[in-house]
């Protein structure tokens, strides 16, 4: 605030600059929405590595192609995915989840699956009697009445992955505190939970014998998802809406819930509506039976795409359509050779590009190669890709030198009839980044004073993010007036929108087009002489 000045001396005020940097979002967080071992449901979880992946959701599943999805993104490039798990219970009197009794104590796995069959579980008291005596004090003096003869510790097996869990000096007293033994497995377990019954946990009225064992019964892997269940419900946050709980997606992968399966054309819809409403971007995959005759694949593709698409005109911005799938060898089953849906690995792909040179940069070309693929189920000629690539179908192909390899970079709305302004994904990706971008750095003007001061340092943090775009080539032009402009002032926001609280910001920019196609022209020189 300005000094007020009351004896006479040298005052020192800092000024602010008016400087609000605008920080560039990620631009290839990757969602996937299906079928997985274990997991919470319905909760967008993070993993940054095939590690995370396979410790929170179980792994690989041989029944379940996201799995393989996930393998393939972090196998081409994928730092960063969220997992959302659906379930659908096999009755509406059950849950999925595993019971494990362990004497007086009704524990249960941590979530729905087989895998908590595989539980088993062992309580004993403390070894070391004076260490629990001293324990024991210590949360006496804290004002929790817990006695030396309360305690007990709980050791949980995961017969499945190997896995031991060991949670120590334990108690089921009411007061019992911080080591109550729900609240303890609550925060520290990823296996097991006290059973809860209406809302209140199933607390045994005393401590459990020493020795008591027990293992998981009754837990279920559910039933087969339907539409539905992908799409979920807004108000509730379930199925892909789920991911309205987290902070940012760019990129959502819904794999087919069985091999050989394939999405309903509803929940593509619905899903590339939730992209544009989020500023994200949908990869579709291919059906399995396109793969069917894989000498006319190309023309049966063609003709099922223009005259029954997966998806209308009207959110196929915000979506691509990839093809043909991959085949590879399948640890699970003996490495024999199997097909496996490309959207993991288009992910990754992206993810990997978006690194290396920028998402301005199609993701798409000799340094989108697809790795963990040993081949594809059709290969494409290029008289084949040239059926393809015109109505906005993203080809696979097998190159001499290079294997497998993205060779496409349009949108669903890339067909040549439409000249959309949203063709090419790069050029989608890329508005969709400065939107996200500027949506998040410009939260700070929210009721400023809608005036020309505001307005120019609007101009400024705007244009200086621009700028920086601009330096690392994610434009056209030769100079910055030819590459975007950033406009705030009287113009663009009248006193009429002053008076509604409106400020209107108009941000441009000239896009990069990817090279589709290089033509060279040869010409022979005759000597004359």
Not at 45 to 51: K, V
Not at 300 to 307: F, I, L, R, T, Y
Request: net charge negative.
């Amino acid at each position: 605030m300005p000094i007020q000045p009351t004896y006479p001396g040298v005052y020192i005020e800092e000024i602010a600059s008016g400087v609000r940097t605008i920080a560039s979002v990620s631009t290839s967080v990757t969602a996937f929405v299906g079928r997985a071992k274990r997991g919470l449901i319905n909760q967008p979880i993070t993993c940054f590595s095939r590690g995370d992946f396979n410790r929170l959701f179980g792994g690989l599943w041989a029944d379940r192609p996201l799995t393989y999805c996930v393998e393939d993104f972090f196998a081409n490039g994928g730092t960063e995915m969220i997992m959302i798990r659906l379930f659908k219970p096999a009755s509406e009197n059950s849950t999925g989840i595993a019971a494990v009794m362990t004497g007086t104590l009704n524990l249960e796995a941590a979530s729905p699956g087989e895998w908590g069959n595989k539980l088993a579980t062992e309580l004993t008291h403390p070894e070391d009697l004076t260490m629990a005596a001293e324990f024991a004090n210590q949360m006496v003096s804290q004002g929790i009445p817990i006695a030396a003869d309360d305690l007990f510790d709980l050791t949980v097996i995961d017969n499945g992955t190997g896995s031991i869990e060991v949670h120590r000096n334990l108690v089921v007293n009411v007061d019992g505190g911080p080591r109550r033994v729900d609240r303890v497995l609550e925060t520290s377990s990823n296996l097991v939970r006290l059973r809860v019954i209406d809302g209140e946990p199933d607390l045994p009225p005393g401590r459990p014998f020493d020795g008591s064992v027990g293992g998981g019964v009754n837990g279920s892997d559910g039933e087969s998802l339907l539409a539905e269940d992908y799409i979920g419900l807004e108000d509730a946050k379930t199925g892909f809406h789920a991911l309205l709980k987290a902070d940012i997606f760019n990129l959502l992968c819904i794999p087919p819930d069985a091999r050989g399966g394939m999405v309903d054309t509803s929940v593509w819809e619905a899903a590339a509506e939730f992209c544009r409403k989020r500023r994200a971007f949908l990869i579709i995959d291919p059906p399995a039976d396109w793969d069917a005759n894989p000498d006319m694949a190309a023309q049966g593709v063609k003709d099922e795409q223009q005259n029954s698409p997966l998806i209308t005109l009207t959110n196929a911005a915000h979506a691509a359509l990839y093809f043909p799938r991959l085949r590879k060898r399948d640890p699970l089953r003996d490495y024999q050779m199997d097909s496996f849906v490309p959207s993991g690995a288009i992910a990754g792909i992206m993810a990997r590009i978006d690194s290396n040179r920028g998402v301005w940069k199609a993701p798409a070309g000799t340094e989108a190669t697809i790795s963990g693929a040993d081949e594809l189920t059709v290969k494409l000629t290029d008289e084949e890709n040239g059926i393809l690539n015109p109505i906005g179908v993203n080809c696979l192909r097998t190159f001499r030198g290079l294997g497998r390899v993205v060779w496409g970079a349009r949108t669903l709305r890339g067909s040549d009839q439409l000249s959309d302004d949203y063709k090419y994904i790069p050029v989608r990706r890329l508005a969709l980044f400065i939107e996200e971008s500027l949506f998040r750095g410009t939260q700070w003007v929210v009721f400023e004073p809608n005036d020309e001061p505001l307005w120019a340092q609007i101009r400024m943090n705007v244009g200086a993010f621009m700028q920086r775009l601009f330096r690392r080539g994610a434009f056209q032009g030769s100079n910055p007036r030819e590459a975007y402009f950033v406009k705030c002032d009287s113009e663009t926001t009248t006193q009429d929108d002053i008076n509604r609280g409106i400020v209107n910001i108009v941000v441009g920019f000239a896009p990069l087009q990817p090279a589709e196609f290089v033509i060279i022209q040869i010409q022979q020189i005759r000597n004359a002489s």
